[in-house]
């Protein structure tokens, strides 16, 4: 079987198969799949946690469930584009080619970070999860336009919350605000990572005590 982040990698290639021309579809890929895909593998542990919880078996990731129009395996990919697209925007910010002359490079990455951004948003745009990616990327405008520090690693919280919300709700459920909360935690003060552990770990946060609903994330904000 292949590892969550394989899975990831590869159905993130097929998500821009159409893409042209070549050249820039390869920048996609290289850009998307390139580096950790931590935020697309939570997507598709939250899905199979959710499942467990139910204690029903895990979920082909590539189905649908129910009514839904898309597979955990779908949300996956289009967490990971979001975030990899909002992660260059950031990156440009901090570093801008266009400071050195690298004119076509700093456009040609944007355009690259505008598809990724996009793509995942027209995936996610009629799931339970759309309000959270929305809430996501205005999260991040918001950072950026005022200013605002939330650590160095406030998009990637976010974005563990919004793999959370998009993987649990491709298999039918809800998540509460400890789910949430612990999908942010996973990121801590470094770089984000996937313990081994993190199906299991979903499973325990996901029984939230009572009156837990009210509570609130940094994307809410």
């Known amino acids: 079987m292949d590892a969550p982040g394989d899975r990831v990698r590869?159905?993130?290639?097929?998500?821009?198969?159409?893409?042209?021309?070549?050249?820039?579809?390869?920048?996609?890929?290289?850009?998307?799949?390139?580096?950790?895909?931590?935020?697309?593998?939570?997507?598709?542990?939250?899905?199979?946690?959710?499942?467990?919880?139910?204690?029903?078996?895990?979920?082909?990731?590539t189905v649908t469930v129910g009514d839904r129009d898309r597979s955990p395996l779908d949300c996956a990919v289009a967490v990971q584009a979001i975030y990899r697209g909002l992660e260059l925007t950031r990156s440009l910010a901090q570093a801008p080619p266009w400071t050195d002359g690298r004119?076509?490079?700093?456009?040609?990455?944007?355009?690259?970070?505008?598809?990724?951004?996009?793509?995942?948003?027209?995936?996610?745009?009629?799931?339970?999860?759309?309000d959270r990616a929305v809430a996501t990327i205005r999260s991040f405008?918001?950072?950026?336009?005022?200013?605002?520090?939330?650590?160095?690693?406030?998009?990637?919280?976010?974005?563990?919350?919004?793999?959370?919300?998009?993987?649990?709700?491709?298999?039918?459920?809800r998540p509460g605000p400890r789910l949430r909360n612990y999908a942010a935690d996973l990121v801590g003060e470094g770089p984000p990572s996937v313990p081994e552990t993190v199906v299991d770990d979903l499973v325990a946060a996901a029984r939230d005590p009572p009156g837990s609903e009210g509570a609130r994330s940094q994307a809410d904000h």
């Open 141 to 173: 405008g918001h950072d950026h336009a005022t200013d605002v520090d939330r650590g160095d690693y406030a998009l990637e919280r976010d974005t563990f919350e919004l793999a959370v919300e998009a993987g649990v709700s491709a298999v039918g459920g």
């Open 10 to 61: 590869r159905a993130a290639r097929e998500a821009v198969d159409d893409v042209e021309p070549p050249a820039f579809r390869d920048r996609l890929v290289e850009h998307v799949t390139g580096g950790s895909v931590a935020a697309g593998e939570v997507t598709l542990a939250a899905a199979t946690a959710e499942r467990r919880r139910l204690g029903e078996p895990a979920p082909d990731p």
């Open 103 to 130: 004119t076509v490079e700093g456009d040609e990455a944007v355009l690259v970070a505008d598809v990724l951004v996009a793509r995942g948003m027209h995936c996610l745009a009629r799931t339970a999860a759309a």
